[in-house]
């Protein structure tokens, strides 16, 4: 029997910043030191956190199971903590997620634009 599939994390954005990294003290460049800290990890800490959701609500909005949400936001608490601690780097990137709009970035002036699901694209 195998498993049930993954349900697609949904987020409304792209995290504004690729990662971090310490401002001062002794730390790794190498990838193998760095944290990768997934999509759905950084929007867990996001709802919870910055926006004060309970963790039913957000999971809600990023249409899992509130046990889910919970697996996902102790993973991201664990990774952080690591990071800080350690002294790492940490990459925001990957994941199972969507996002509700298609998001497009300018390759010249880097600005980024959305466009809704279901909305024509103008060529």
């Known amino acids: 029997m195998s498993p049930r599939p993954k349900r697609r994390r949904i987020l409304r954005e792209p995290p504004a910043v690729s990662g971090f990294m310490p401002e001062s003290g002794a730390y790794s460049d190498t990838s193998e030191d760095t944290v990768i800290l997934l999509f759905e990890e950084y929007e867990s800490i996001k709802l919870a956190d910055y926006e004060h959701l ?14 889910t949400f919970t697996r996902i936001y102790e993973s ?8 800080f601690v350690e002294n790492r780097r940490i990459s925001i990137e990957g994941g199972h997620v969507e996002f509700d709009a298609d998001w ?6 880097v600005s980024v634009f959305k466009r809704k699901l279901g909305q024509p694209v103008n060529t």
Request: aromatic share 4%; net charge positive.
């Open 76 to 83: 991201a608490r664990k990774k952080v903590a690591k990071a």
């Open 104 to 109: 497009y970035q300018c390759n010249n002036c």
């Open 54 to 67: 309970t963790q039913l609500e957000a999971s809600k909005r990023m249409r899992i199971s509130r046990p």
